[in-house]
T-cell receptor, first 111, second 112 residues
Framework: AQSVAQPEDQVNVAEGNPLTVKCTYSVSGNPYLFWYVQYPNRGLQFLLK??????LVKGSYGFEAEFNKSQTSFHLKKPSALVSDSALYFC?????????FGKGNQVVVIP | DGGITQSPKYLFRKEGQNVTLSCEQNLNHDAMYWYRQDPGQGLRLIYYSQIVNDFQKGDIAEGYSVSREKKESFPLTVTSAQKNPTAFYLC???????????FGSGTRLTVV
């Protein structure tokens, strides 16, 4: 069965510093990978996805993610974090026509 | 504007009562999904439907029921058999191409 792992519960970063949120995946076949962001009591907002093509995917709000097939990883990155980036981030993978989510990472950007 | 509407945003029910959460989409998407979100557990799939009049159980279907009589609507009923119904419920739909998922803004259900 498909699954993703987000090993850190919370990521703290100072404003202006690089932000990385880690994700590893397990799926049979080609991986279709996603990152979403959630603000309190809101739905999920799409950030970016990898379906095929370049391993470096650029998305919304200055975020990007690097697909690494040998390490089965799809880490989310932002070169310079903003306080407004503080939110809950989810990695997800498609398998069996379903989207399976990791448990999420709380990102706290410290002013 | 096209999108998914979940209502109500907040819902309170007494223990032992069934409650139905609404999900409507005007995106003309074929597939629709219900997820449950609990702190520290991510999103878990309850039910999904890939076409009208058909639906499948997800990972945590026990105590829930759904219907898909219209393409636009996928209501979720939380029955009295669900042992821990208090949670945040998210509905999503998907276009057939390019794996574009759209999420509603969620319903927070509290059972007292």
């Amino acid at each position: 069965a498909q699954s993703v792992a987000q090993p850190e519960d919370q990521v703290n970063v100072a404003e202006g510093n690089p932000l990385t949120v880690k994700c590893t995946y397990s799926v049979s076949g080609n991986p279709y990978l996603f990152w979403y962001v959630q603000y309190p009591n809101r739905g999920l907002q799409f950030l970016l996805k990898y379906i095929t093509g370049d391993n470096l995917v650029k998305g919304s709000y200055g975020f990007e993610a690097e697909f690494n097939k040998s390490q089965t990883s799809f880490h989310l990155k932002k070169p310079s974090a903003l306080v407004s980036d503080s939110a809950l981030y989810f990695c997800a993978v498609i398998g069996n026509n379903r989207l399976a989510f990791g448990k999420g990472n709380q990102v706290v950007v410290i002013p | 504007d096209g999108g998914i509407t979940q209502s109500p945003k907040y819902l309170f029910r007494k223990e032992g009562q069934n409650v139905t959460l609404s999900c409507e989409q005007n995106l003309n998407h074929d597939a629709m999904y219900w997820y449950r979100q609990d702190p520290g557990q991510g999103l878990r799939l309850i039910y999904y439907s890939q076409i009208v009049n058909d639906f499948q159980k997800g990972d945590i279907a026990e105590g829930y029921s759904v219907s898909r009589e219209k393409k636009e609507s996928f209501p979720l009923t939380v029955t009295s058999a669900q042992k821990n119904p208090t949670a945040f419920y998210l509905c999503a739909s998907r276009t057939g191409s390019n794996y574009g998922y759209t999420f509603g803004s969620g319903t927070r259900l509290t059972v007292v």
